[in-house]
């Protein structure tokens, strides 16, 4: 096989040997190792993400669960806790929970209005006693929970809950919790 150069020199190759006779070198392999290594590694992030959604959901329930008993306390404390005679009422709204209108002084029974973690939104459902005022919130989830056993015993119902929107933070003052 004869290559002329730039300058226009001839240049002789040993390899005198048609390409078709030529033994296939390892390019063929490699590119077969490169594909099956690429989808290994997709399934094993396929099984790696599916397994931190999990772990996050778990996360979620759990501040689910504190952050719906800490509403559901603030309210109890503002039902048992107004001025004389003004006690035994419900909170008109969530926000009566950060500044109890009732008193002259500040008087907190939440720190904050936590969101729902478990809804982009982070709105609550609103449970309403019958004259409006709110004795309770919820997850407006649709979503299967992991969570189905070992809650707290005044969330022992939550282990028949088939979504989240059934898990109920209620204050009820004829059962006091």
């Given at each position: 096989?004869?290559?002329?150069?730039m300058n226009?020199?001839?240049?002789?190759h040993?390899?005198n040997?048609p390409?078709?006779?030529r033994k296939?070198g390892?390019n063929?392999?490699t590119?077969?190792?490169?594909?099956?290594?690429t989808?290994?590694?997709?399934i094993s992030l396929?099984?790696?993400?599916h397994?931190?959604?999990?772990m996050i959901?778990?996360e979620?329930?759990?501040?689910l669960l504190?952050?719906?008993?800490?509403?559901?306390k603030?309210?109890?404390?503002?039902?048992q806790?107004?001025v004389?005679?003004?006690?035994?009422?419900y909170p008109?709204?969530?926000?009566?929970l950060?500044k109890?209108?009732r008193s002259?002084?500040i008087?907190?029974?939440?720190?904050?209005?936590y969101?729902?973690p478990?809804?982009?939104?982070g709105e609550?459902?609103?449970?309403?006693?019958?004259?409006g005022?709110?004795k309770?919130?919820?997850s407006k989830s649709r979503?299967?929970?992991?969570?189905?056993?070992?809650?707290?015993?005044?969330?022992?119902r939550?282990?028949t809950?088939?979504?989240?929107s059934?898990?109920r933070?209620?204050y009820?003052?004829?059962?006091?919790k």
């Amino acid at each position: 096989m004869v290559c002329l150069t730039m300058n226009g020199s001839h240049i002789r190759h040993e390899n005198n040997t048609p390409p078709s006779s030529r033994k296939a070198g390892p390019n063929g392999f490699t590119l077969l190792a490169v594909l099956f290594m690429t989808t290994v590694f997709g399934i094993s992030l396929m099984g790696a993400n599916h397994y931190w959604r999990t772990m996050i959901k778990r996360e979620n329930e759990k501040e689910l669960l504190f952050r719906g008993d800490q509403l559901r306390k603030g309210i109890k404390s503002y039902y048992q806790g107004g001025v004389r005679g003004r006690s035994g009422f419900y909170p008109p709204t969530l926000e009566a929970l950060l500044k109890d209108p009732r008193s002259m002084t500040i008087k907190r029974h939440v720190r904050r209005i936590y969101r729902d973690p478990m809804t982009k939104s982070g709105e609550w459902g609103i449970i309403r006693d019958k004259n409006g005022k709110i004795k309770g919130v919820f997850s407006k989830s649709r979503e299967k929970p992991l969570k189905v056993s070992e809650f707290p015993r005044e969330y022992a119902r939550f282990e028949t809950a088939l979504i989240y929107s059934e898990w109920r933070f209620v204050y009820d003052q004829a059962t006091p919790k």
